[in-house]
């Protein structure tokens, strides 16, 4: 990584308007580049970043696609309100995991990941085929061999979620898993479930829980073990929470499995 200008350069291990797209979005993270502001003209972004104009240009249709600048004849191109960002993509979440996250934004991944997680593991129950109920199975045993490994136990944890979106049959949850694999590297960094002994079973016995549910094709008990789960895992990076829940809601089936 090479600073230029305070501007983060990464070393040219991608395309060169993927090397762009990633330090303006990193800039805009940052605050180099403030909301509502004006990037600089083309010739000073191809400066600063050592890329030729059609590499600049692809890059800032990237980040507009991504919600984060708007281009305007005779105005330039402006940085756009947080509220426009895709936050579902895998590059914004990789950003902010880069610049590092705070206790909100980690509670934002935890406050989706249980409004949408136990919804998946619900129609997973009823709708999840033999092969993917192996995969969560075999994602489930590598998790149980990574008591002393973190990384190792992070991939494996990963996979067993990914596994239950795959099953959910819904195209717009299978599409969260890179919020569940920022929300999971994030709080690992914080709290490992491998720190200690007890802490190691207590998060397989939740996972147990949630996989045996999956398998008796019981999508009440899915839901619960994996709501159960999340908050557990909030509780142990000491994100706050409200003592009662928000709100109990009915979760029904609207859609047939393929």
């Known amino acids: 990584m090479v600073l230029v200008n305070g501007v983060q350069r990464p070393s040219r291990t991608r395309s060169a308007h993927d090397l762009v797209a990633h330090g303006i979005g990193q800039s805009i993270m940052q605050g180099r580049f403030p909301i509502g502001s004006i990037l600089p003209g083309d010739a000073e ?17 990237t980040l507009a696609a991504k919600g984060l600048i708007e281009s305007k004849t005779k105005v330039g191109t402006k940085v756009l309100d947080r509220n426009n960002w895709n936050m579902f993509d895998a590059d914004i979440l990789e950003w902010h995991l880069e610049m590092g ?30 092969e993917q109920l ?40 299978q599409s969260i898993g890179s919020v569940i694999g920022a929300a999971l590297a994030t709080s690992f960094t914080i709290s490992s479930p491998v720190s200690s002994d007890d802490r190691f079973r207590e998060v397989m016995r939740q996972h147990q829980g949630v996989f045996d549910a999956i398998e008796q094709r019981k999508p009440s008990l899915a839901s619960e073990a994996m709501a159960t789960l999340i ?11 409200a003592e009662s829940s928000l709100a109990k809601i009915q979760i029904h089936a609207f859609s047939e499995a393929d």
């Open 101 to 130: 996250v705070d206790a909100r934004f980690l509670g934002w991944l935890f406050e989706i990941r249980q409004t949408l997680e136990p919804l998946a593991c619900a129609t997973a129950a009823q709708r999840r085929t033999p």
């Open 45 to 61: 972004l191809m400066e600063l970043f050592g890329v030729s104009r059609t590499a600049l240009r692809e890059a800032l249709k």
């Open 134 to 173: 192996e995969r969560m199975r075999k994602a489930l045993q590598a998790m149980y061999g990574c008591e002393s490994n973190r990384q190792g136990f992070t991939k494996a944890d990963l996979a067993f979620h990914q596994a239950i979106l795959e099953a959910s049959g819904n195209p717009f949850l």
């Open 231 to 241: 908050l557990q895992a909030a509780e142990r990076v000491q994100i706050k929470h």
